[in-house]
């Protein structure tokens, strides 16, 4: 641990209004720069969209002394995994779209931000391999500080390291390089090898309340209503809420209830005219939100059936509709269903397509709202998949 002199700073990056929430988290960054005492390794966890990224990068920039954004900063250094072949103007292109909007960046968790529809781009897989190790990370950690005291090197996503450059990583964290400081990123500490844990201070971050996404998207422009819906939908991820069309989702509702129509009846022509069009139509956030959306539909049938009021539910235009659907489906295992949407949303943050999910949702929800038992059990779901040839 070095000195930290933080007696220059006329503005804390830690109270930018960008930042949302995560109020515990920020005096604690305060603290540490406070004490004027630095660690060599400092690991933010915590969900997509609640904010790692953001905070690494604002804690990068206060200890640096707040005066330069990190993007434009010659002593801070953000890396983020790649696909095995990535070009240097795509590196740039990542972490222009970083800058102009970190919390989005860290929801969409995509390898190559762009158009989703290029599916050969869109299904790369991100990771830290050990040529970009050798290449770009380590080769950083020699350079001498241009105009600070320390280099500030933040690593996004280190969950995504290959077992080699893990191992080359923690060489670095044992034997720390003078006038280094790492700032890590993970959405979970369990899949870290407890090497580089232990090497590093955590600092956890939470879910954002409603009120502080509701707050934070008012405050930069979106009418309340907007806001208050889009911070319902996001489940605490700052970047989801941010990133949502609330008019897109206000459209889906019909859609959702065709797909849920078409599941039961399983009328394969309507499913799949209708997954074609929420596979290639929608962007990747919008199908974040799709997905969603048809979560909240089914808790309201949920709440419908436990209370009968309708003036409690979400989806109030489509009232007659959902208290018919439980008239009808009185057997439906509604809650399952909730289950099988909450299970597979994270899928689309690995990459896996939505064309491939959907089928899989579709399938269960067959079986469920009749009651029954899916015929593929949730434990073996690689039986949903076709044999290859």
Known sequence: MEMFDSSTQSHSPLDHPHLVGQSTLREQCRSILASGRLGHAYLFAGAKGTGTLALA???????????????????????????????????????????????????EGAPVQGDSKDQERSNLRSFYSIGQFREQIKPVTVLRPNTADRLVVVLHDIHTMRAESANAFLKLLEEPPKDVLFLLTTPS???????????????????????????????????????????????????????????????????????????????????????????????????????????????????????????????????????????????????????????VKPWLMQNVQMKLILPVVSFRFAALMRGEDPIIARHEPWKHYPAAG
Request: charged letters at 25%; proline letters at 3%.
């Open 57 to 107: 990068l604002a804690f990068a920039e206060a200890i640096q002394g707040g005066q330069r954004s990190w993007f434009h900063h010659p002593d801070i250094h953000v890396f983020l995994p790649e696909p095995t072949s990535f070009s240097d103007g795509a590196r740039k292109e990542r972490l222009e779209k970083l800058h102009q909007e970190p919390y989005v960046f860290d929801h």
């Open 189 to 343: 500490t369990d899949t870290l090898m407890p090497t580089i844990l232990s090497r590093c201070q955590v600092l956890r971050l939470k879910p954002c309340t409603q009120q502080e996404i509701i707050e934070a998207l008012v405050t930069e422009g979106r009418p309340l209503e907007d806001a208050q819906l889009a911070a319902q939908l996001s489940n605490g991820q700052v970047g989801l809420a941010r990133a949502m069309d609330v008019d897109a989702f206000r459209s889906s509702k019909e859609e959702l209830l065709q797909f849920l129509r078409a599941s039961y009846t399983m009328d394969a022509a309507a499913l799949s005219s209708l997954i074609q069009h929420v596979s290639q139509g929608y962007s990747l956030e919008q199908q974040i939100a799709w997905l969603g959306s048809l979560e909240w539909m089914l808790r309201d049938l949920l709440l419908l059936r436990e209370t009968g009021d309708t003036t409690l539910i979400l989806h109030q235009d489509h009232a007659k509709v959902m208290v018919d659907f439980i008239k009808a489906l009185q057997d439906a295992r509604v809650e399952e269903m909730i289950d099988v949407v909450s299970e």
